[in-house]
């Protein structure tokens, strides 16, 4: 079984930063592909952002390209999620996801097996 827990959300300023991060354990973390989704009230949970096992590949929502970081620490089997030059829309519970199973998308959350709790993140304007 893998647990992941989610840390860092919080109250932002509009144009502010925060860093989010998910750390994994039960299961070898760094053969695992890693996402970001969120979900606003009232709205589906969309893609945020990806990475590939390796680190080697990231993938992006256009909404935050340019915007948001994602990285991976393998040896301390941890994901983050640097949010820069944060806006009011970026407002929503944010998900760690995770899964071992080779997908040709990982924007999608069908590629993904486990799931954290989510953290809070709003931005005030």
């Known amino acids: 079984q893998v647990q992941l827990v989610e840390s860092g959300g919080g109250l932002v300023q509009a144009g502010g930063s925060l860093r989010l991060s998910c750390a994994a354990s039960?299961?070898?973390?760094?053969?695992?592909?890693m996402g970001w989704f969120r979900q606003a009230p009232g709205k589906e949970r969309e893609f945020v952002a990806a990475?590939?096992?390796?680190?080697?590949?990231?993938w992006y929502a256009d909404s935050v390209k340019g915007r948001f970081t994602i990285s991976r620490d393998n040896a301390k089997n941890t994901v983050n999620l640097q949010m820069n030059s944060l806006k009011p829309e970026d407002t929503a519970v944010y998900y760690c996801?995770?899964?071992?199973?080779?997908?040709?998308?990982?924007?999608?959350?069908?590629?993904?097996?486990?799931w954290g709790q989510g953290t809070q993140v709003t931005v005030s304007s």
């Open positions: 990475i590939s096992w390796s680190g080697g590949s990231t």
């Open positions: 039960g299961r070898t973390f760094s053969r695992f592909h």
């Open positions: 996801a995770g899964g071992d199973v080779v997908y040709s998308d990982y924007t999608t959350d069908h590629s993904y097996d486990y």
